[in-house]
Structure formats: structure tokens, C-alpha cells
């Protein structure tokens, strides 16, 4: 391309165009191939960056998911007028509360057990400490760990 605007610039001195107008067309040409040469460098470095971000995002959820069994807890006793956010608040005492689970009848009444799924083992372990009395409203809580099966 470069030999070609060369002669493109010497035939229009020759015949009398302005050299700038040529100039600025090759101009155009050659920018027009760097953009479709690919991203530049920086916009390399923020797509591996976003790509790093993301891969250990999904690590840290793959994490989180293989230990969601031994960072759970089985509630029972939780008396049916009772919202998945006064269990949240009630448990956070313990440690870091990721996930609360309410398990619900046919038409849709709280069954009055579930799920507590803290953000590490040592929330959970302190949640089963033998000797801590978990209560909602006067109601008594039972607290186990919780089984998964296959």
C-alpha cells in the first residue's frame, strides 16, 4: 500500500490535484486497516483483565456451591407467620448468612422448616454450637446440620 500511495502522490503532482487531498484519502486508507487489524494493545489488556475478573468470579461461586452442604444448617420449629427475613436477621448473629430457604406446602404455607446457608463453615459451626438456644417470637428453633442426599 505504501508504494501505491507513493505513485498515487507523484501522478497527482503531476497532473496538478493538491497533494493534501490525496494525502488525506491515503490517510483514511491506512487508519481504516488498523482498525480492521484487530483491538489495539490497551483494549487487549482490559478484555484478559474482564476475562481474569470473570473466571474468578465463577471460581468463587463453584466454591461456594461444593461447600453450600457443610456451610448449611436444618431449622426446624419455625413458626408459620415467620419471613425468610427474620430467620436472615435471627442467624446472622452467627456469621454471614448467604442464603435462606423456607420450605412450603402445596398451597404455598411455610411448612415451618428449612435451610440456613452461611458464607463459611465457622458461621455454620457456630450456629450448631451445643447450648445456644435459637427462639423466634418464644418459639423455640431446632438446629442440625444439614443432609443432602443424591
Known sequence: LEAA????IHEA????EAHDDVET???????????????????????????????????????ANANAGSWSVYISGVPKEISYTA????FSKAGDVRK???????S????GDGLVTFGSEAAAKTALEPGRDWALFGEPLTVSPATFHE
Open 108 to 111: 404455598g404455607e411455610t411448612k
Open 5 to 8: 500511495r507513493k505513485r498515487s
Open 25 to 63: 484519502a491515503w490517510d483514511s486508507v491506512f487508519e481504516a486497516q488498523k482498525s480492521a487489524a484487530g483491538p489495539s494493545e490497551a483494549e487487549e489488556a482490559r478484555r484478559r483483565k474482564l476475562a481474569r475478573k470473570a473466571e474468578k468470579r465463577a471460581e468463587k461461586r463453584a466454591n
Open 87 to 90: 430467620v436472615h436477621n435471627l
Open 13 to 16: 503532482s503531476v497532473h496538478g
Open 100 to 106: 435462606v430457604k423456607l420450605y412450603k406446602d402445596e
